[in-house]
């Protein structure tokens, strides 16, 4: 899973970026306005795996992955909005979600573009931008179609209409200020759509970037599921600290989780993830998996190879075999169960998986 951090500049997203990763790039209070991008990889934590791994002491113990990246450019300046160019287009386009930067924290030392401090306002500015460009986008492409509809062969020129058809029925939402992800998309839209790298159809979470002592209640109503408070620069301090001076100055301040686990847990609703195990002599292993996959389609995960030969999975919950105490005990009393094809994944099973090479 990739997540992007995006921001306008000097909102803390390099900051943002080592809290979530542990990183120690260096944050500036003066942006280079050049596209830059850091990319670092982390854990997913999961107590669940840590107590596998204590089970069943396999060599290693592999954690689910987020890659983030930190994508420095946007302006932030409103005068050039739905210009997001090129490589900045990209760079945002990659990512499975978008965690959307707001600057709370006031410091007269760290330069706002805007003269400002209103993290609502960045936030609003950044999803309008992401609509603008969108509009570009479908405008460029439906004169592009428009210019080839007339030539070309029979199946193409049907290609073309039903391309257009579709964009054309979603630049409504975009001028009413409906991201497109809000848009009801069959999958066969959304492959269609996906080529193109439209910035309202991604999932976003929301960042107010707080300053060190203020969890400041001026903008707790900006809160909501995928929006969050973070102390950015606090956090990334903590993140560089050993766990048990991390804990002490967590509890002093009063933040319950550390914002690298909020993110990431966020990051899991919004995007529909669940976790399953595999368990081997070599290794105990989380992976992801979107909710409502079948067992096949876990499997895929694992290995493609995996799911074109399943058979069936051999299936145990982590609670049960964590109240049975170990593998052989869920045996006897009969917690494993043999699933088929049809099996729905639920978070927290632990899959031996059959299949055929
Ligand atoms: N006081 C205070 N300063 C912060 C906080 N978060 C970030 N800063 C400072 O703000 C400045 C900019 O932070 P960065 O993390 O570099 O911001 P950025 O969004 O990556 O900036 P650009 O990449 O240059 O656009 C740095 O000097 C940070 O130390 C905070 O919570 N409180
Ligand atoms: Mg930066």
Not at 92 to 114: Q, T
Not at 121 to 126: G, K, N, Q, T, Y
Not at 127 to 152: C, H, W, Y
Not at 175 to 190: F, V
Request: charged share 25%; hydrophobic share 40%.
């Amino acid at each position: 899973m990739r997540i992007g951090i995006v921001g306008g500049p000097n909102s803390g997203k390099t900051t943002i970026f080592n809290a979530l990763t542990r990183s120690a790039t260096a944050a500036t209070a003066y942006s280079s306005g050049q596209l830059e991008v850091h990319t670092a990889v982390v854990d997913v934590p999961d107590a669940r795996l840590e107590f596998l791994a204590q089970m069943f002491a396999p060599r290693k113990a592999v954690f689910a992955q987020v890659t983030y990246n930190d994508i420095a450019g946007l302006t932030g300046d409103k005068g050039r909005a739905g210009q997001i160019g090129g490589p900045l287009l990209n760079a945002i386009a990659a990512n499975d979600a978008l965690l959307l930067v707001g600057r709370a924290f006031d410091d007269p030392n760290v330069p706002h573009p805007n003269d400002r401090i209103d993290p609502g306002a960045d936030l609003e500015a950044m999803e309008a931008d992401f609509l603008l460009n969108d509009m570009v986008t479908i405008d460029g492409r439906l004169e592009r179609i428009a210019a080839q509809r007339s030539r070309g062969p029979v199946e193409e020129r049907q290609r073309l209409a039903h391309e257009e058809a579709l964009l054309s029925r979603l630049y409504p939402y975009l001028e009413e200020g409906t991201p497109l992800r809000d848009a009801t998309l069959s999958p066969e839209e959304m492959k269609l759509l996906g080529g193109f790298g439209f910035l309202s159809l991604k999932p976003v979470l929301r960042v107010v970037n707080a300053g060190d002592d203020d969890e400041d209640d001026s903008y707790s109503h900006l809160l909501d599921d995928m929006t969050f408070f973070l102390r950015g620069r606090l956090e990334a301090e903590i993140a560089q600290m050993a766990p048990e001076e991390a804990g002490e100055f967590l509890v002093e301040f009063g933040i319950a989780e550390q914002g690298l686990n909020r993110a990431i847990r966020r990051c899991y609703r919004l995007l529909g993830l669940i976790s399953f195990f595999t368990i081997g002599d070599n290794e105990v292993r989380a992976w992801a998996v979107s909710a409502g996959s079948n067992a096949p389609e876990a499997a895929g995960v694992v290995h493609t190879d995996m799911q074109k030969g399943f058979i069936r999975a051999e299936t145990v919950h982590f609670d049960s075999l964590k109240d049975a105490g170990s593998m052989a005990a869920a045996r006897n009393q009969g917690l494993l169960r043999l699933e088929g094809k049809e099996y729905l994944v639920q978070d927290g099973d632990i899959l031996n998986i059959r299949f055929n090479v």
